[in-house]
């Protein structure tokens, strides 16, 4: 997949974001032959399995100048790293405990210029600070992630917004196959299929799982829709 393909799924992009994404792939090649924290498979098909599989979670919720959002197990910057050049106005703090991985992240960011980005080496279990919105991509099955980052979130009713109902604080989390198992304790967790929105064969069996937090009472909304 080249750049352009990308833009088709999101037509709104400004010359800035568009820049960024191009450059993306060149800083990732760059970066990865001195640290390898993606495979060589996944590198030659990084717009399709890393960037445009990370913006699914924008197909399901658009993030607001107000929130906060913490990428937990970020790797090499996924998906935090695509969704902050989408929404440059939206504050991420991207989180893994392996530090040649944030190293690789820090030195990206420094690369595409993004000031909304945070890079932290320090397990999510270490952290003090709340979020509006955690997301991550697979990095363990749903009861042990919820474990993980329990108090993570904000309490409250969710941030307001002038364009649409306000949006509880929750969990947007990237999976494929079968989730009906691991998601049985999680009755108000909702599904979306990443086929609805991008027609590759990869996203057959992708998902964004959106969890309201599943330790406040206020999850009874769900995210709105992208195009």
Known sequence: M????????????????????TALGALYQDWN??????????????????????LGIAKVYEFQPAEQVLDVGTGGGFPGIPLAILFPDTQFTLVDAIGKKIRVVEEVV?????????????????????YDF????????????????????????????????????????LKGGELSEELQSYPRAQIFPLSTYFKEPFFETKKVV???????KNHKKAPRRRG
């Open 110 to 130: 420094a690369g595409l210029q993004l000031s909304n980005v945070l890079a932290r080496q320090t397990r999510v279990e270490d952290i003090t600070e709340s």
């Open 33 to 54: 032959a001195k640290i390898n924290v993606v495979s060589r498979k996944d590198i030659d098909e990084l717009y399709l399995r890393h960037v445009l599989h990370s």
């Open 210 to 216: 959106y969890l309201p937090d599943p330790f406040s």
């Open 2 to 21: 080249i750049p352009e393909t990308l833009f088709q799924y999101f037509p709104n992009l400004s010359g800035i974001q568009k820049d960024r994404f």
């Open 134 to 173: 955690i997301v991550s991509r697979a990095v363990a099955a749903m009861p042990t992630f919820v474990h993980w980052t329990r108090g993570r979130l904000k309490k409250g009713k969710g941030v307001q917004r002038p364009d649409g109902p306000d949006m509880v604080p929750g969990i947007f989390y």
